[in-house]
Each structure stands twice: as structure tokens, then as C-alpha cells.
């Protein structure tokens, strides 16, 4: 494979040093990648500072066009994305298909509604002219993680460049290949060169260059809490705003009169998709003692069932993203010091999957909320249940973690599930289901230790710009 450089002012951006990138599925090499450091990100930055004046100064139809020929790109080059992005992650490649057409569906979006996107006029009578505009930040630095590389540079790409924004991303160490590839796609639909600069390179050093860059207006991170952290004291230093999305610890909380057979599945999707490594995964079930059994039943014959494989191979889960990965999962699952284990446990016996970071889906029933693998994101196909009596206490059990992303209620009883959405402290909450689609057009985006902010939706926009208010005295 050819080495994975950054991509600056709209060509390669050679760097003296680079560093190799394993398959997760074999551990053997998968390529070099280029080692941006604080000269190559100060070289994507000033390519942004300008691109950005012109690309701002067209009109929101004209930008919205090159926005929605790049979704149009993407979906042509959609199976060749999906096997980069498969090979780069281990997922199966149906879920990096659909994850180009949640990439493609992000550009059409923002294409479309950055067209009828405004400010408003303030009536404050006939002496006074008020109105606010919105304007963009100039350069947005944006740093991903390796769990959907392809979705998180499209969501952040698409919804800052619509408003007029240019963007510097640097995505995940492990994960460069299809933000590049997703960056040529922006030129060769008709973005100026300099507008989307990719750096790859390591978190430490590409990274913490772009946070700290001077020239940078707005800092949009996708990441862990304790990376997180660190981006936003870079931000705090230069006083620049930022949105922050972290990790996750998201309950179902499932009453009595639920669909069991409808729960059962959706849990399982909610966890198993990608192998757990979601922020958004429903990792802990809240389940009412009378239904806990047959509902736990029902998901231990279904994690049972699942098949492992490379990604390309297809099939329900692929390996975890990193040997490290694998480590982590093992150290929250054993050091585990309540619950039964009633599947899984470890990393599957087969030959076949041998050298690869695989880990079988993993069901923890009955733990103590206070155990580290109930309360810290384990990023892995790892299941905790915690039954409950009354509504009051699994409100408290779904509120018991610091993260606060999304939650899902499980019942047939309109009035309560509205009670608890209103009760669930999370950015998103759904009822009896879990995820609409690619969720494009929602609102995304934590309380508590799973960040500020909002990226998805409209809000992106609201996030990506901000507000002048114009007075003009008309006397
Ligand atoms: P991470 O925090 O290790 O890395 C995220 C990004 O930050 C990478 O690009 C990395 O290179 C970069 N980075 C690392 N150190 C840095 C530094 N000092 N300065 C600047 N950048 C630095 O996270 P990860 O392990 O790649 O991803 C997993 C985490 O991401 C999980 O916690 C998951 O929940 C979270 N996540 C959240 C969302 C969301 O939308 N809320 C989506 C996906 C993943």
C-alpha cells in the first residue's frame, strides 16, 4: 500500500518521518503513515487561512452545490471507501457501506439546508434597523477518532465548510485513510485547494500542533474524556471555543411491559455494531427484576450466535481496533469483581482468527454499579446488566455514570416514557428503539463527561458559526 501522507492545499504533503499501521484483523502491516508535526499542521493551516476568505464570500447555494457533489462523489466511490475503511478498522464491510452512505448523506444535508440557513431581524421598532448574521469561525481544527473515521470527517467537514468555515482535520493515528481519501473528493468536487487539509500523524504531536495552532478559531474533538481534556485547556489558552464529544456509558432502561423480542435485538445491535467501539453503544441494561431473565435469555442466544471475522470477511463483528484495544476489554471483563458471566469472556478460540484483536461478545449480569466495567467506558462488545423495582430507582441506575450521551426506554406506557425521557440525563434519549438511521439530521452530542456541544443537525450550524447583531439607527 502507498504510504498515507497528509493532504495540504489540495495535493500530498511529503514528511520526513512516518510511522506503520497494523490490520486488526492479522496484526500484520497495512502501511506507512506520513508523521505531521507542528511544521506540516502550520502548513495546512496557513493553506486554510487562504482558501477561507473566497470560500466564505460565496454564496450558500454555490457552496451547497460542491458540498452535495462531494456526497455524490462519495457515493460513486463508495465500495472502494468501504474496504479502506474496513481494512483500517477491522469492521465488517457492510457497516463501512453504511457508513459511506451516512458520509454521503452528510454532505447532501448540509449541502441542502446551508441554502436556508440565516440570521433573524430583531423588531425593536420603526427608529431601529436590529438583525443578527451568522458568520463563520475562519479555520476549524478537527480531531477524530478511529471508531467511524469516515462518518466523523464528513460530519465535521460537511457541516463547517457549509457555513463557510475552512477545516483542518487530523483523524485517529490508526485511521488516516479514508479522510484522505474523502479530502481529494472535496477538491475534485470543486472545493478550493486549502479549504480541507488532512494531517495524519500522532495524537501527541499532529494533534496537540493543530489545539495549540494560533491561527485556529474553533476546536471540534472527537475522542475520549482524558484527550478531551487536554483540547480543551489548549482551546482555554487561546480562548477559543470548542465542541467536545466524548465517551459514553448509555443505558436501556427496560420496564416491564416492554417488547421483549424488539428489545432483544435492538440491544444487541446497539452494542455488538463495530465490535462495542461506539460512544453511543448501549452498554448497560436497567431491567426490571420481573423481565430480566427471559430478556437476558433472549440476549445471551443471540450474542452466542454471533460470527467473527476479518472485515472484509463480513461477518457480524469484526476484531477490536488495536491489541491495546483487546487489553483494555480484558482488563475491565476480568478484573470484573461482581456479576455472572453468562457468554463469552475472552478472545474466541479459533485458529482461524489467530494474531487478530478479537473478543467474543461478553454478557456481565447482575453488577454491582459501582464496578469499574458499570461505571468506565470499555469500548467493547461488553454487556452489563442491573435489575431495578421501581421507576425512581432506574432512573438513579441510568443516571449513575458519569458519561451522559444517550439512554433508550423500553414500554408500551406513553405517559412514562415521556416521564423518563424527561428524567434521563443524556444528549439523546429514545423510546423503544435506539438510533434513527445514520441520525444525520439529530441533534448528537453528551452531558456530563461525555462533552458539550452539539454536532449533527442543524445545531452543527449554530456551532460552526457565530452570532453579530447589527443595530442601524433609521432616524
Ligand atoms: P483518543 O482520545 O485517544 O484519540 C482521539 C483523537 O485525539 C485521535 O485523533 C488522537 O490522535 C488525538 N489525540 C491524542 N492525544 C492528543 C493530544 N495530546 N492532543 C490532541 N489530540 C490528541 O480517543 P480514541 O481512543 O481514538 O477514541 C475512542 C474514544 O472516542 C472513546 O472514548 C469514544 O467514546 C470516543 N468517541 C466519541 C464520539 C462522540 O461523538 N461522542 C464518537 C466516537 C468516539
Request: charged residues 20%; proline residues 6%.
Amino acid at each position: 500500500m502507498d504510504t498515507a501522507y497528509p493532504f495540504v492545499a489540495g495535493a500530498v504533503l511529503r514528511t520526513a518521518r512516518t510511522y506503520p499501521n497494523l490490520d486488526p484483523a492479522t496484526g500484520r502491516p497495512l502501511g506507512d503513515v506520513g508523521r505531521a508535526g507542528a511544521d506540516e499542521v502550520d502548513a495546512a493551516v496557513r493553506a486554510a487561512a487562504s482558501a477561507q476568505p473566497a470560500w466564505a464570500a460565496a454564496t450558500p447555494e454555490q457552496r451547497g452545490r460542491v458540498l452535495t457533489r462531494v456526497g455524490d462523489l462519495v457515493d460513486r466511490d463508495r465500495e472502494q471507501l468501504a474496504r479502506l475503511e474496513s481494512q483500517d478498522t477491522g469492521k465488517p464491510l457492510s457497516q463501512a457501506r453504511t457508513d459511506a452512505t451516512v458520509a454521503a448523506r452528510y454532505f447532501r444535508f448540509y449541502g441542502h439546508v446551508v441554502d436556508a440557513y440565516h440570521g433573524s431581524q430583531i423588531p425593536l421598532g420603526p427608529d431601529v434597523h436590529a438583525y443578527t448574521v451568522r458568520e463563520p469561525y475562519g479555520i476549524v481544527g478537527s480531531i477524530v477518532a478511529w471508531n467511524y473515521p469516515l462518518q466523523l470527517a464528513s460530519r465535521a467537514l460537511a457541516a463547517a465548510t457549509a457555513v463557510g468555515n475552512a477545516v483542518v482535520l487530523k483523524p485517529a493515528d490508526e485511521t488516516p485513510r479514508t479522510a484522505l481519501a474523502l479530502a481529494r473528493l472535496c477538491t475534485e468536487a470543486g472545493m478550493p485547494p486549502g479549504v480541507v487539509g488532512v494531517v495524519t500523524g500522532l495524537g501527541a504531536e499532529a494533534g496537540a500542533a493543530l489545539a495549540a495552532h494560533p491561527l485556529v478559531a474553533h476546536l471540534g474533538f472527537v475522542g475520549s474524556t482524558e484527550t478531551g481534556r487536554l483540547v480543551a485547556h489548549a482551546a482555554a489558552d487561546r480562548v477559543v471555543p470548542t465542541v467536545l464529544e466524548l465517551g459514553g456509558k448509555s443505558a436501556h432502561v427496560v420496564l416491564a411491559d416492554a417488547d421483549l423480542d424488539r428489545a432483544a435485538e435492538v440491544v444487541t445491535r446497539s452494542l455488538l455494531q463495530n465490535a462495542g467501539q461506539t460512544c453511543s453503544a448501549g452498554s448497560r441494561l436497567v431491567v426490571h427484576e420481573s423481565v430480566r431473565e427471559p430478556l437476558v435469555d433472549r440476549l445471551v442466544r443471540r450474542f452466542a450466535a454471533t460470527t467473527l471475522g476479518p472485515g472484509l470477511e463480513d461477518r457480524d463483528l469484526g476484531p477490536l481496533v488495536s491489541p491495546r484495544q483487546q487489553e483494555r476489554v480484558r482488563g475491565y471483563v476480568e478484573g470484573a469483581a461482581s456479576g455472572v458471566l453468562r457468554v463469552g469472556g475472552g478472545p474466541p478460540q479459533e485458529d482461524r482468527l489467530g494474531g487478530g484483536s478479537y473478543w467474543l461478545p461478553t454478557l456481565l449480569d447482575g453488577v454491582d454499579p459501582d464496578d469499574p466495567v458499570a461505571r468506565e467506558e470499555v469500548f467493547g462488545p461488553v454487556l452489563v446488566t442491573h435489575p431495578f423495582v421501581d421507576e425512581e430507582e432506574a432512573v438513579a441506575l441510568a443516571n449513575g455514570t458519569d458519561y451522559g450521551l444517550l439512554a433508550a426506554v423500553w414500554t408500551r406506557d406513553v405517559a412514562r416514557a415521556h416521564r423518563m425521557a424527561s428524567a434521563l440525563e443524556a444528549g439523546q434519549v429514545f423510546v423503544n428503539g435506539y438510533g434513527a438511521g445514520g441520525g444525520v439530521e439529530l441533534p448528537f452530542g453528551g452531558v456530563g463527561r461525555s462533552g458539550h456541544g452539539r454536532e449533527k443537525g442543524l445545531a452543527a450550524l449554530d456551532a460552526l458559526t457565530r452570532v453579530k447583531t447589527v443595530v442601524v439607527r433609521l432616524d
